[in-house]
């Protein structure tokens, strides 16, 4: 089961948008997909950049951080899996600019 978890909790740009957002993902998951894998249960943690929002601002490039518990079979598919929601949710949001994955880190998450 893929579940965001503090979601890009500190990228002060998407942070309006996205409980809305995510309790309207939550209600079209629940309907609409298919069942998750059993498996084991990750953190993943996706650290971004948004360097053409940057350049727009006249700044240098924060690094943001975006959370998900992810239920897969393996580590890999786990980040798999996490990139795509992350990429799900970047294509949702409001905002214009790229995002640019820097690093995914993965460990199995506590109980």
Same mark, same amino acid.
């Given at each position: 089961?893929?579940?965001?978890?503090?979601?890009?909790?500190?990228?002060?740009?998407?942070?309006? @948008?996205?409980?809305?957002?995510? &309790?309207?993902?939550? !209600? =079209?998951?629940?309907? %609409?997909? *298919?069942?998750?894998? +059993? #498996? /084991?249960?990750?953190? @993943?943690?996706?650290?971004?950049? &948004?360097?053409?929002? !940057? =350049?727009?601002?006249? %700044?240098? *490039?924060?690094?943001? +951080? #975006? /959370?998900?518990?992810?239920?897969?079979?393996?580590?890999?598919?786990?980040?798999?899996?996490?990139?795509?929601?992350?990429?799900?949710?970047?294509?949702?949001?409001?905002?214009?600019?790229?995002?640019?994955?820097?690093?995914?880190?993965?460990?199995?998450?506590?109980?």
């Amino acid at each position: 089961m893929t579940t965001p978890n503090d979601v890009m909790d500190d990228a002060p740009s998407t942070r309006r @948008v996205l409980p809305d957002t995510l &309790e309207r993902e939550r !209600a =079209e998951r629940t309907s %609409q997909s *298919a069942p998750a894998p +059993r #498996g /084991t249960l990750y953190e @993943v943690v996706i650290s971004y950049k &948004e360097p053409t929002f !940057a =350049e727009h601002a006249g %700044q240098e *490039a924060r690094t943001f +951080r #975006g /959370t998900f518990r992810i239920e897969a079979a393996d580590e890999d598919d786990a980040r798999v899996r996490a990139v795509a929601e992350f990429r799900r949710i970047q294509a949702s949001s409001s905002v214009g600019w790229p995002r640019e994955i820097v690093d995914v880190t993965c460990r199995r998450a506590d109980p």
